[in-house]
């Protein structure tokens, strides 16, 4: 007796740019029925939407919250830079009082062999090279004096800096406590959304999930199952519908996508 071999299915790979045609056959194509599918998306929109809303609760803080900490790693980096560069500057003093006891040893060398010279020509060497030093010390000297000036106004410059890393970390506490708060409040009518969002999500195809996840974030206002709006016009662009389309929309066999707006259009009677 022959065994009964089991054809597997292939699912395609999802492909963002796929045409709703494929779509439709792929959502069709399922032991479910298209109805209970329309009726969990029109589910899993409710949730998402009841998300949103409580996610606009907490109005302008997230982005307030963000905003400063981007302007305090700014500032920081900032901070790090000037302290380096005080750094750099204090080395360059270093180097320039190395270079000034080298300068002053090699006057000294110079002035001991002028005791010892012989001829008028070694002496103008000499002298030569005593004044080379002393320009040399001279340029060192300059180049501590104006470092250590320009040490002091970048020291000043730092210490603002660093007062208003200060208030401005005082600010982002505040508006962090003050979020939190905002979120406590919401956290556990959101668990309760959200554990239905998953629930909902977890029996929907992954390619229907990618379409559905794709409208969301291309629409204005994150809508992407929508109702019928007075009687004949899509709930989310307010676009006529046509009336065969209407029909196909009221019998729940079909997943039907808006031709102006591309949302998903669900049966009135989920509502």
């Given at each position: 007796?022959?065994?009964?071999?089991?054809?597997k299915?292939?699912?395609?790979?999802?492909?963002?740019?796929?045409?709703?045609v494929?779509?439709?056959?792929?959502?069709?194509?399922?032991?479910?029925?298209?109805?209970?599918?329309?009726?969990?998306?029109?589910?899993?929109?409710?949730?998402?939407?009841?998300?949103?809303?409580?996610?606009?609760?907490?109005?302008?803080?997230?982005?307030?919250?963000?905003?400063?900490?981007?302007?305090?790693?700014?500032?920081?980096?900032?901070?790090?830079?000037?302290?380096?560069?005080?750094?750099?500057?204090?080395?360059?003093?270093?180097?320039?009082?190395?270079?000034?006891?080298?300068?002053?040893?090699?006057?000294?060398?110079?002035?001991?062999?002028?005791?010892?010279?012989?001829?008028?020509?070694?002496?103008?060497?000499?002298?030569?090279?005593?004044?080379?030093?002393?320009l040399?010390?001279?340029?060192?000297?300059?180049?501590?004096?104006?470092?250590?000036?320009?040490?002091?106004?970048?020291?000043?410059?730092?210490?603002?800096?660093?007062?208003?890393?200060?208030?401005?970390?005082?600010?982002?506490?505040?508006?962090?406590?003050?979020?939190?708060k905002?979120?406590?409040?919401?956290?556990?009518?959101?668990?309760v959304?959200q554990?239905?969002?998953?629930?909902?999500?977890?029996?929907?195809?992954?390619?229907?999930?990618?379409?559905?996840?794709?409208?969301?974030?291309?629409?204005?206002?994150?809508?992407?199952?929508?109702?019928?709006?007075?009687?004949?016009?899509?709930?989310?662009?307010?676009?006529t519908?046509?009336?065969?389309?209407?029909?196909?929309?009221?019998?729940?066999?079909?997943?039907?996508?808006?031709?102006?707006?591309?949302?998903?259009?669900?049966?009135?009677?989920?509502?």
């Amino acid at each position: 007796m022959a065994t009964k071999k089991t054809v597997k299915k292939v699912e395609a790979p999802i492909d963002q740019r796929e045409t709703f045609v494929s779509l439709q056959k792929n959502f069709a194509d399922s032991s479910e029925s298209v109805a209970e599918k329309l009726k969990t998306l029109y589910e899993l929109q409710k949730a998402d939407s009841e998300i949103d809303k409580i996610v606009q609760r907490r109005g302008a803080l997230p982005a307030e919250v963000e905003a400063l900490e981007s302007e305090i790693a700014d500032l920081k980096t900032r901070e790090a830079a000037l302290a380096e560069l005080l750094e750099q500057m204090n080395r360059n003093i270093a180097d320039a009082k190395l270079a000034i006891a080298e300068h002053e040893s090699q006057i000294e060398k110079y002035q001991r062999q002028l005791n010892t010279i012989s001829n008028s020509r070694e002496y103008d060497s000499l002298s030569k090279e005593i004044e080379n030093q002393e320009l040399e010390k001279q340029i060192a000297e300059k180049v501590i004096g104006d470092t250590r000036y320009e040490m002091a106004t970048k020291k000043d410059e730092l210490d603002d800096l660093r007062s208003h890393i200060e208030i401005r970390t005082e600010d982002l506490l505040a508006k962090k406590e003050e979020l939190d708060k905002t979120v406590e409040s919401t956290a556990a009518e959101e668990k309760v959304w959200q554990d239905r969002r998953d629930a909902l999500a977890a029996k929907i195809d992954d390619r229907t999930m990618s379409a559905y996840e794709r409208i969301r974030a291309s629409v204005h206002n994150h809508l992407a199952v929508v109702g019928v709006y007075n009687e004949n016009s899509c709930g989310g662009c307010f676009n006529t519908i046509t009336p065969q389309r209407l029909v196909e929309v009221s019998s729940n066999r079909k997943l039907i996508i808006c031709e102006h707006c591309g949302r998903i259009i669900i049966n009135p009677d989920f509502e």
